[in-house]
């Protein structure tokens, strides 16, 4: 399903519920550019105040549009990556691989409509790499290489940050680094690497970061209730209570982008009330 992107959609008013958050604003989602990190297999409550996690709740956090009220869509991984790049699992159930689609996704819409797209993926073994799998490297967390409406050109190594951004950038540790495998400590560390320079690119750059991660596991609750951060200049800090899933984000993401929504992001909610 492909509707064109509504950019005033988020020009309704929202409250944005608990503390440092400010009145509700009639300003829509904005951005000059976008960078996703996605981090792997935590509840929100194993990170959001968690003692292993020091640079997320001590730096990000206080700078932040934490939104208390955030999904993932399904279990276990490769569907929530999927979802989160076209609004659409697919009919993927699993990990498995290799997939191939020709659906409608985050990639392929910004390339059509003349903009840009890159997927940064920690240790893999080169640009363009199409192979399942490596010690640390897993194609299950890199959506944008099952779509054959994203050139190869766009499937690039992460080796820190370029000079210059594309519109939107999508950017996935290796498979300890990202939590999978590891702790959460090694991933805050990783974060408290990698973000610094992000941040502050944004600053100069009116550029938003997305940090978020693919699901909850263990899911005890049912609820799949995950961590997002939005972080930049346009973003007034504080927690917020909208209801959101992945297919949220990627709304979000097009509407700011201006692009067509895709699958079941059409009809999610984009995220409001903490932009200024």
């Known amino acids: 399903m492909r509707i064109p992107a509504m950019l005033g959609a988020a020009l309704v008013l929202a409250t944005a519920g608990g503390s440092g958050a400010k009145a509700a604003q009639a300003v829509h989602a904005h951005a000059s550019t976008i960078i996703v990190i996605v981090m792997e297999n935590r509840d929100s409550g ?67 409509a003349g903009k840009t797209f890159a997927g940064y993926s920690e240790s893999m073994p080169s640009d363009g790499f199409a192979g399942c799998r490596t010690s640390l490297y897993a194609r299950k967390h890199n959506p944008w290489v099952n779509f054959s409406n994203v050139p190869a050109s766009s499937n690039l190594v992460w080796r820190g940050l370029p000079d210059k951004l594309p519109t939107v950038s999508f950017i996935v540790p290796n498979m300890c680094n990202d939590m999978h495998d590891c702790s959460t400590k090694t991933g805050d560390d990783w974060l408290k690497a990698n973000v610094p320079s992000i941040v502050k690119y944004d600053a100069a750059h009116d550029g938003l970061l997305i940090l978020t991660w693919d699901e909850a596991e263990p899911d005890a609750t049912g609820k799949n209730s995950i961590p997002t951060l939005l972080i930049g200049p346009m973003i007034v800090p504080g927690k917020y209570d909208q209801k959101i899933d992945h297919d949220a984000v990627l709304h979000t993401i097009e509407s700011i982008t201006g692009i067509a929504c895709t699958g079941n992001a059409c009809g999610a909610p984009v995220l409001v009330g903490m932009w200024h």
């Open 46 to 112: 194993s990170v959001i105040g968690d003692e292993d996690a020091p640079f997320i709740n001590n730096t990000l956090v206080p700078e932040s549009a934490s939104m208390t009220d955030s999904h993932a869509v399904a279990h276990p991984s490769e569907p929530n990556y999927l979802a989160l790049f076209s609004g659409s699992t697919q009919g993927v159930l699993d990990d498995s691989c290799p997939h191939t689609f020709n659906e409608p996704n985050l990639g392929g819409e910004l390339i059509a």
